[in-house]
C-alpha cells in the first residue's frame, strides 16, 4: 500500500516524470487549456498551483524558481505580467479539472486542465445566429419580422444599391 506517498508515479522514472509534468505545465501557461489524462492532469495541477502562487510575488528568487521548471524566460514573463495578476485575489484554485470520460483506445480516464480566470478578449459573435422554421440561418443584425414571415421575399443588396427582392 501506498500510505503517505504523494507523487503519482504515472508509470516512469523520476527524470521522466519530471519532464512530462513540465511540458504539460509549459503548454497550460501558453494556451489556458490542455487535454491529458487524468493523473497526469492532477499532477501538472499541482505544479501550476505552486507556479502561480510564486508568481504573485515580484522577486527574482520567484522567477528563477519558475524558470528551473519552465526553462524559457518568455513564459516566465508571461507567467508572471500576464497570468499572474489574473489571480491576485485569490489564494488558490487558480486551475480547474473536468472530467471528459474514457479514451476509445485503452479506457484511460480523461480530462482538461484549465485556468479558472479566462483571458479578457472580445467575444466574436456569430453573423448567423437563428435558424428560420425552413432551416436557412438568419443574420443576427435582421429582424424577427423580416425572417419569420410567412411567405415574405427576401431582401438583398445589390452592387447598385438598389434593392431586389427574390421570391421563392
Known sequence: MRHKKNVAKLG??????????????????????ITTTLPKAKAAQRLTERLLNRGKRTDVAARRYAY???????????????????FADKSSGFTRIFLLGNRPGDGAQMAVLEMTVKDEEP??????????????????RQSKSKAS??????????KGNKKQSDKK
Open 68 to 86: 528551473s521548471y519552465l526553462n524559457d524566460h518568455k513564459l516566465v514573463k508571461r507567467l508572471f505580467d500576464e497570468i499572474a495578476p489574473r
Open 149 to 158: 414571415g410567412k411567405g415574405s421575399a427576401e431582401v438583398r443588396k445589390t
Open 12 to 33: 516512469r522514472d523520476r527524470a521522466h516524470r519530471k519532464a512530462l509534468v513540465t511540458s504539460l505545465v509549459r503548454s497550460l501557461i501558453l494556451y489556458n487549456r
Open 123 to 140: 467575444k466574436k459573435t456569430s453573423r448567423l445566429q437563428k435558424t428560420t422554421g425552413s432551416g436557412k440561418k438568419t443574420p443576427a
